[in-house]
T-cell receptor
Framework: KQEVTQIPAALSVPEGENLVLNCSFT??????LQWFRQDPGKGLTSLLL???SQREQTSGRLNASLDKSSGRSTLYIAASQPGDSATYLC????????????WGAGTKLIIKP | ETGVTQSPTHLIKTRGQQVTLRCSSQ?????VSWYQQALGQGPQFIFQ???????GRGNFPPRFSGLQFPNYSSELNVNALELDDSALYLC??????????FGQGTRLTVV
């Protein structure tokens, strides 16, 4: 059974710092992995999608890596800003008949001005 | 703006009532999935529809049911509402098993 874990559960850093959010999964048979951002009480915004054959993806100040063999992904945020404050969730799409997304519980990030 | 819209955005229902939530998927997407997200937790998979057929279901009782229409929009129906059904309900659309795009969610409160 696929399980997804995100560490830490919460993180508070000063503005301007570079930071890394971690996501681990137990079954390497994934189709892709997706990082999302969620603002309080809101829906999910897709940040980055990494296919199982890829090692990393970049979008602006965000870089996500994937190591399938070790069951790990990291989201790197460069030069953090107060507007980056949100909960960040990772989800893996499992291989199989319905390719459903399996989710971590998220990392709540607070960037202090 | 993802092109996925959900309605209503908020609603309050009484225990035992029935509710229907709606989702309009992004143009060209043939797959819709529904998730329940309790406060402070990650989303939980309810079910998924691919080209109008249910092709996957999570650990939710039969009183959670759904439909996907020929235009690929979708409904989530919940009968006999319980207090624990209070949550944010999220709809995602995708083209086959590719990048999922989510709507803004429906906040359901059961009192």
């Amino acid at each position: 059974k696929q399980e997804v874990t995100q560490i830490p559960a919460a993180l508070s850093v000063p503005e301007g710092e570079n930071l890394v959010l971690n996501c681990s999964f137990t079954d390497s048979a994934i189709y892709n992995l997706q990082w999302f951002r969620q603002d309080p009480g809101k829906g999910l915004t897709s940040l980055l999608l990494i296919q199982s054959s890829q090692r990393e993806q970049t979008s602006g100040r965000l870089n996500a890596s994937l190591d399938k063999s070790s069951g790990r992904s990291t989201l790197y945020i460069a030069a953090s800003q107060p507007g980056d404050s949100a909960t960040y969730l990772c989800a893996v799409r499992k291989m199989g008949s319905n390719y459903q997304l399996i989710w971590g519980a998220g990392t709540k990030l607070i960037i202090k001005p | 703006e993802t092109g996925v819209t959900q309605s209503p955005t908020h609603l309050i229902k009484t225990r035992g009532q029935q509710v229907t939530l709606r989702c309009s998927s992004q143009s060209g997407h043939n797959t819709v999935s529904w998730y329940q997200q309790a406060l402070g937790q990650g989303p939980q998979f309810i079910f998924q529809y691919y080209r109008e057929e249910e092709n996957g279901r999570g650990n939710f009782p039969p009183r959670f049911s759904g439909l996907q229409f020929p235009n690929y929009s979708s409904e989530l129906n919940v009968n006999a509402l319980e207090l624990d059904d209070s949550a944010l309900y999220l709809c995602a659309s995708s083209l086959d098993p590719t990048e999922a795009f989510f709507g803004q969610g429906t906040r359901l409160t059961v009192v």
